[in-house]
């Protein structure tokens, strides 16, 4: 079959999908409408309830999930997936915990369904308050992470939502359980169990059908990769929260410690590869470069990092790939690196603005001025001074978990915790006040 006949045939089963796989998802649908009704007016007891619960149910089932994991490991490397994609997928007795200890972090945090953002008077007496509301359904598609389950479940939950969670087909078996887990916490809760639904098959014509379900679902949250990402915005009909990829960057100013530098540019490329918040780009001052580069690049080599370098930094190192165009805005997620040497900060600057996926970058310098200008210059969602990238995580901001970091600016920007997970409404009080 040609290229252009398997898009043909491709789009045709878009556009058309199964009957009962429509009925499946109109009766989610239907139940998550329900659902987010009963969820807009629960008490923060019932909620927290749940999470607290969801979270001990995780831990006493964490056998059943890391056998589930183990399944779709061994299916996910026998199609080959990448070692990014692998690690990823891969649940170990640490992240576990993490889901649960999590869950607990969301259900001690401030509910924010009520809250008064803002109050003032009229002249005219009138009495106006911005008051938190829930979004009301929430749509969530994502690739490989099964913890999304569980972030997302619980922090739509907490923000008075239902949401429709749609993984990938190679982490089903792991968000299935996790989801039982969840599913089980909201019983447990006296709440309806519709709240956090799974769609429970592995169809990509799910996510069609989701992409399509305006009437339903309030706002889409989409985790993957590029291809993903652009079908998602292409076809959608439901407003979107972007969660597009990492081309995150580390800039080492003239004026940085050797040694803060040395330490906070391997953590940021290596503690974890595959996550958004990895550096994939370091931007180094030349004046600093031919001193402060080469033990920097000797400490990623040794922990297996691929350098992929202009002519500046292939001279100070002959393991130094030569960096092609392309590798300038490659998410790589992987232990891959590319370096680049810049005349100054005004060039630092210039670079990112011209590569960056505005996701996250970082400055490490002790010029407060000059740090000044890098976090004032740049409009990335989060701007990071003497620290590593691998911070731009939801739980590491304090919010308990994230669902993604939107990279849009409407609504939500950065991590999205509960907060984000709300709109507002206006609530006027008056005492019989007519308008002129």
């Avoid at 339903?216 to 989409?222: G, K, L, S, T």
């Avoid at 100013?253 to 958004?276: L, S």
């Amino acid at each position: 079959m040609t290229a252009a006949a398997t898009a043909q045939r491709t789009a045709e089963k878009r556009a058309s999908p199964p009957a009962p796989l429509k009925a499946m998802m109109d009766t989610l649908g239907s139940a998550a409408l329900a659902a987010a009704a009963a969820l807009a007016t629960a008490s923060t007891a019932a909620k927290n309830t749940a999470l607290r619960q969801s979270a001990a149910n995780i831990r006493a089932r964490a056998g059943d999930i890391a056998a589930a994991n183990a399944r779709d490991m061994a299916a996910a490397e026998a199609k080959g997936l990448s070692a990014a994609m692998l690690d990823r997928l891969a649940l170990t007795p640490s992240r576990i915990e993490a889901m649960a200890a999590g869950l607990e972090d969301i259900a001690a945090l401030p509910d924010p369904v009520g809250a008064v953002i803002a109050a003032w008077d009229r002249p005219n007496g009138l009495h106006i308050e911005r008051v938190r509301t829930p979004l009301g359904v929430v749509g969530v598609i994502f690739e490989s992470r099964p913890n999304v389950t569980a972030d997302a479940g619980g922090l739509c939950l907490k923000a008075g939502n239902a949401v429709i969670l749609r993984g990938g087909s190679e982490s089903f078996q792991s968000s299935s359980t996790i989801a039982e887990c969840l599913a089980a916490g909201l019983v447990a809760a006296d709440l309806p169990e519709a709240s956090i639904q799974l769609v429970p098959t592995t169809d990509r014509a799910a996510v069609g059908l989701m992409l399509g379900m305006a009437d339903v679902i309030d706002v889409i949250v989409p985790r993957g990769g590029k291809s993903l990402i652009e079908r998602v915005s292409a076809e959608s009909k439901v407003p979107l929260f972007k969660h597009l990829e990492g081309i995150c960057h580390t800039y080492v100013h003239a004026a940085a410690d050797a040694e803060m530098a040395r330490r906070v540019v391997v953590n940021a490329k290596m503690r974890r590869t595959g996550i958004c918040g990895a550096t994939e780009t370091l931007l180094v001052d030349r004046s600093i470069a031919a001193q402060l580069l080469p033990p920097i690049l000797d400490d990623l080599i040794a922990l297996g990092c691929e350098i992929r370098g202009d002519a500046a930094c292939q001279a100070l190192d002959g393991r130094v790939n030569p960096a092609q165009a392309a590798d300038w805005n490659t998410e790589y997620l992987d232990a891959i690196l590319s370096v680049r040497v810049v005349d100054d900060l005004e060039e630092a600057i210039r670079h990112i603005q011209r590569h960056s996926s505005h996701h996250t970058e970082a400055i490490i310098t002790e010029d407060a001025a000059a740090a000044e200008t890098f976090v004032r210059r740049l409009d990335s969602a989060i701007l990071l001074v003497n620290a590593s990238t691998q911070f731009a995580d939801g739980g590491e901001f304090g919010m308990g978990a994230e669902i993604g970091i939107a990279t849009g600016k409407l609504h939500a920007r950065g991590p999205v915790g509960v907060e984000q997970l709300t709109s507002f409404k206006y609530i006027v009080r008056g005492s019989g006040q007519c308008r002129p």
